[in-house]
């Protein structure tokens, strides 16, 4: 099901300001901030330029190889909805999902279980009929660009753990879902959102506790020597965390990242290790500090009820839209009103359709959150150079200088261009730290 749990999201900054003086500038970028004193052969530092050095220090094939790949991500939502959309015209046109219904109705004599001796071998016949697109997107591709370490039976062993946890979550919501819809055939919509919002709830908030820890091992960070900073910053902005998490993504991918999961009590913020290999402590420090941010600022919450006014607005579109179907070719799919199992799929195709053209609405919520968990982790961390050789390492995944158009309609994260040029923007105001600055 289509729900957008975007609320995890990524990656980026950590950062109290003490490390000695880590010049941390690459070589590319190694002015130091200038406006100090008035003797005016000092050049100042130019954020703009800055910002093109750092994007210049990628070498020209590396860039062109993850442009491909992250453009490639572009046609794949195309796919992936065409796909979806032929599976669900298909189960239609072709009454296989009136047949199931009706198969269940005469096994079974009690509504709710109808609707989940539908909903089973529909989300089965569904993850199936999608399995080529998933194996060619999420291995196949994966391998190709060099981003994944599973060989092909660890993986498809985790897509069958995923699968299982889809049919029975899945199932569960359908059930509920339908059972709302029997109650309430003229406002169904208003209290399907509901359900979704406390659904979608309830699995960020048992995610850490009971799913995450299905596929990857999470543990305490040890290392004082990154721990300790990492504690500070937290301690600074009164989030009551105690220790910070490692978890070994390495065993499913090569990329750099780290996450805040979690709702209330279970919120945990984790570092993978990919990351605790490859990045300087500065950089450690910049991806902490946006992660942090997203603690500080709410989002999950916030980006639950975004969902939840989204989700309401797609209920609403596709009562309209359901009606009209039925209407239109009910009676040659053997598909009654929303209360009608057989109807699933045609849900399904709804929201799906929705949800695609929808693509730069739920793009961008993402990323403006995104953006101000950047700018509460640069103040935090006070590291711009480590901020920019993140967003550098980002880039092996994600398109470092796209157009603004792009950036707009396919963009769940800041651009590398954007996130250092916020950096190097920072760098450049040459912020004095209170009173310690200007104490001699
Ligand atoms: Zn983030």
Redesign the pocket.
Known sequence: MLILLVVA????MPAPAQESPTQTASPAVSETVSSTAADGDVKPFNPAEATRAWLDSVPRNQREKSDAYFEGGYWLILWNFLLAVAISVFLLASRLSARLRDLCERIVKIKNLQVACYAIPYLLLVYALSFPLNLYQNFFREHQYGLATQTFAPWFREQLLGLALTLVSGTLLVVVLYAVFRRAPRTWWIWGTIVMIVFSGTLVLIAPVYIEPLFNTYKPLTDPKIRNPILAMAQANEIPVKQVFEVDASRQTTRVSANVSGLLGTTRVALNDNLLKQCTLPEIRAVMA??MG?YVLNHGAKLLTYLGILVLIGFALARVLFDASVRRWGDKWRVGGIADPAGLPLLALIFSTLVFFATPILRTVVRVT?RE?DAFGINTSREPDGMAKVALKLGVYRKLDPTPLEEFIFFD?PSGRARIRMAMDWKAANLPAGESASTP
């Open positions: 999201a990524m990656t980026l946006h992660e997203h995104e968990a994260h």
